[in-house]
């Protein structure tokens, strides 16, 4: 590994500037690390210096009535830790505790993984399906926009060189789900991670699907098959079939093509009766 300078700035100002005073190949952002450190070692990058936001005022969860803004340094231990996020957006909940393990997950910050964007994040589809919005800042700045538009098509976020992602909002607390399948409980990555939300405004489900390429996405189609309040079986089981046939998944060493689609079926159909009141929702399949 080449040897690097580790930077702390103390305000988002003196981030900004050391990003703005270095040129890309030759500067890192560092939060939890732990995609960072392995691309270090393993030297797939070599930056001759790291700016950690680790004393930048960004760990922080904010309620504001229904909505939610979780900064993007916290650590996914301590959102899976608020009993009020459980409650409230179970599907964030469920998808923060499919990442890794504990101990990756008291380093792991939801802005590192969404910058990353694997395709097969557990966030990323969770986040589609609750239509959260990231704050990005930089020289010139705040703005705000959709994951949806943030995560793109190259595998690369919407991020200039010089910009830092500030925080994530949830507009709306929803009820939802998160549903993954992995050869290995923990510290596996999945095969295929499913992520399901009712819009209590509106009624309108969402329903987005990891783990293709080049990014996690929505299923318009099977989000429009659940039209009655509350869905037929029938409706979500057109969904779930939707789903399946729609997902451009590939295969990878993970799981085949076929197997994906097998299990999105399964998934998607679980995940829809999750969120149901319990009288409706019998025992998952
Ligand atoms: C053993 C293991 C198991 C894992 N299991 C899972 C899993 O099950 N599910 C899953 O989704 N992921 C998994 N991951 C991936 C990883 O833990 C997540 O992507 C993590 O959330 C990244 O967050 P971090 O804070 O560690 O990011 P870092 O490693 O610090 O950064 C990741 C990237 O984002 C950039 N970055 C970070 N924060 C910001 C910011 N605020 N603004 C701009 N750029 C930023 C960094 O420069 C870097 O390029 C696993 C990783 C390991 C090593």
């Not at 190949?25 to 270090?40: F, K, Q, R, W, Y």
């Not at 999750?274 to 009288?279: L, S, V």
């Amino acid at each position: 590994m080449a040897p690097f300078d580790l930077l702390y700035p103390r305000s988002v100002d003196a981030a900004l500037a050391e990003l703005r005073s270095a040129s890309p190949g030759d500067v890192a952002i560092l939060a939890g690390g732990t995609d960072l450190l392995l691309d270090i070692d393993r030297e797939r990058i070599a930056p001759r210096r790291v700016v950690s936001l680790r004393y930048l005022p960004w760990k922080f969860l904010e309620w504001s009535g229904d909505s939610l803004t979780i900064g993007s340094t916290l650590p996914l231990r301590t959102l899976e830790s608020d009993p009020l996020v459980r409650q409230r957006i179970p599907g964030l909940w469920e998808a923060v505790r499919a990442v890794g393990s504990v101990a990756l997950r008291h380093r792991a910050t939801l802005g590192g993984n969404l910058v990353r964007s694997a395709p097969a994040s557990d966030l990323s589809p969770i986040l589609l399906a609750l239509d959260a919005e990231v704050e990005v800042v930089g020289p010139r700045g705040s703005r705000w926009m959709p994951v949806d538009g943030f995560l793109s098509e190259s595998r690369r976020p919407k991020l200039a060189f010089g910009e830092l992602l500030r925080a994530v909002r949830i507009p709306e607390a929803r009820p939802s789900a998160y549903r993954w399948q992995r050869v290995r409980p923990v510290n596996d990555i999945s095969q295929v991670g499913v992520a399901v939300a009712r819009s209590p405004s509106t009624g309108s489900y969402r329903i987005a699907v990891g783990d293709l390429l080049p990014r996690p996405v929505r299923i318009r189609p099977a989000e429009e098959a659940v039209r009655s309040r509350p869905p037929t079986d029938d409706e979500m089981r057109s969904a779930a079939a939707l789903a399946a046939r729609l997902s451009p998944f590939a295969s990878d060493r993970r799981g085949t093509e076929a197997y994906r689609r097998l299990i999105v079926e399964v998934l998607v159909r679980r995940a829809l009766l999750a969120i149901q009141p319990p009288a409706l929702r019998g025992s998952e399949p």
